[in-house]
């Protein structure tokens, strides 16, 4: 993950086992994609474990970042995977 400013929040996505997209917020998606991988992070990614980080984005607080979560969640699961670079 590039450098990633205290202040600033990210919108993330993980590809988890099953094929399926889990869209979550945090300050640093580094440290909280550890968090899914050691199985203390949210109940979705325990019962599905995640293999890797499909997109990340930064927005600029996180009234932006929970608002832009809401949109991908909203997505059809081809409209997530077009998200991946």
């Given amino acids: 993950m590039p450098n990633q400013p205290k202040d600033k929040y990210w919108v993330y996505v993980l590809i988890c ?3 399926n997209y889990y869209t979550g917020v945090a300050k640093d998606v ?3 994609f ?4 050691s199985g203390r992070g949210a ?3 325990r019962s599905f474990p995640p293999i ?6 930064q927005c600029l607080d996180k ?3 929970l608002k832009r979560e809401h949109e991908i969640k ?3 699961h081809k409209e997530k995977a077009k998200l991946e670079p």
Avoid: C, D, F, P
């Fill in 52 to 57: 890797r980080i499909a997109y990340s984005e």
């Fill in 17 to 19: 086992e099953g094929n």
């Fill in 30 to 32: 580094g440290k909280r």
């Fill in 63 to 65: 009234s932006s970042a």
């Fill in 74 to 76: 909203k997505l059809t």
């Fill in 43 to 45: 109940k979705y990614t």
């Fill in 34 to 37: 550890a968090i899914h991988l």
